[in-house]
């Protein structure tokens, strides 16, 4: 395996430098919708988890609007970060290979949310911070829904391949 294996669990870890509960609401959301990952994922699968990951970052969203949001760059917010990045990060790298694409999100994720925070304060100085959050928020939530799009596959196309596969 080359290192464009693990290339989903880079960008995905991208995405949570900016917004750190859209990448497992994102898996979450395909889950939901039939779709699977390479790797093993376990935790997603709970029904409580599922939603719950979902239900956070629509909660996200909103409280990056307020006024008393704290930047991504706080303990508890790179704290988040590792944690959300290193799930996906697994559920998008090839199976038997989850450790290294976790390991890779986490390194992606945490120095870029330096970047993404220095942006985001640059933009929110020529737009203000709702106008700046939305926009923002469209990016990142476009990006990882695409990731998570081209990194996964139909549940039902596999299971209609393999039964076909058995009856010829």
Not at 51 to 62: N, Q
Not at 99 to 119: E, K, M
Request: no cysteine; glycine share 10%; charged share 15%.
């Amino acid at each position: 395996m080359n290192i464009l294996s693990l290339l989903s669990s880079a960008l995905i870890g991208a995405v949570a430098s900016a917004r750190s509960m859209t990448p497992m609401a994102t898996i979450a959301t395909a889950r939901f919708i039939g779709r699977q990952t390479s790797g093993r994922l376990m935790l997603l699968d709970r029904p409580v988890f599922k939603y719950g990951a979902m239900a956070m970052g629509v909660g996200e969203l909103f409280g990056d609007k307020m006024k008393t949001a704290p930047d991504r760059t706080v303990f508890l917010g790179l704290l988040a970060r590792v944690m959300s990045a290193g799930i996906a990060g697994a559920a998008l790298a090839p199976q038997g290979r989850e450790r290294a694409g976790a390991a890779v999100a986490v390194a992606t994720a945490v120095p870029l949310a330096y970047v993404t925070l220095a942006g985001r304060k640059r933009a929110m100085e020529s737009m203000g911070q709702t106008r700046s959050g939305l926009i923002e928020d469209l990016l990142v939530v476009a990006a990882g829904v695409a990731i998570v799009a081209l990194a996964t596959r139909q549940e039902n196309a596999a299971t209609l391949s393999q039964l076909s596969h058995h009856t010829l």
